[in-house]
């Protein structure tokens, strides 16, 4: 099974406030994460995200298209980073989210959710 664990934005992470400016602390043991994620075969894809003021959302509207402009309401609603991860289950899913460490300075939360696979729709 594949998820996507979202790593959701902060009011920090929504500064630009560049990793380098995080403690060489958190960033090793993010490193050491990925790296235990890696050797266990479960880490597929990873990365993080510049803040929304770098993005453009598209609306869509019947034939309608609509670009808006970052920066987004909410960090707390928007995304600041990902993984893309290959699991048995949601426990083993959640086994991992546990052992993260605090990807941001602060609270933060990530949230975990099941990829569709081929199987769901037939």
Same mark, same amino acid.
């Given at each position: ?6 790593v959701k934005a902060t009011e920090?992470? #929504? ?11 958190m960033l090793e043991a993010m490193?050491?994460?990925?790296? #235990? ?73 990530? #949230? ?5 696979e081929a199987a769901d729709l037939?």
């Open positions: 099974m594949r998820v996507m664990v979202l920090d992470s #929504e500064k630009d406030l560049l990793p380098t400016a995080w403690t060489t602390g490193g050491r994460f990925n790296d #235990e994620l890696r050797n266990a075969g479960v880490l597929l894809a990873a990365d993080g995200l510049k803040p929304s003021a770098y993005g453009k959302r598209i609306a869509f509207d019947g034939p309608g298209r609509t670009v808006i402009d970052g920066p987004f309401a909410e960090p707390r609603e928007l995304v600041a980073g990902f993984w893309l991860w290959e699991v048995k289950d949601m426990d083993e899913a959640v086994a991992w989210g546990m052992r993260c460490p605090n990807p941001m300075p602060g609270p933060s939360e990530i #949230e975990i959710r099941p990829l569709y037939n």
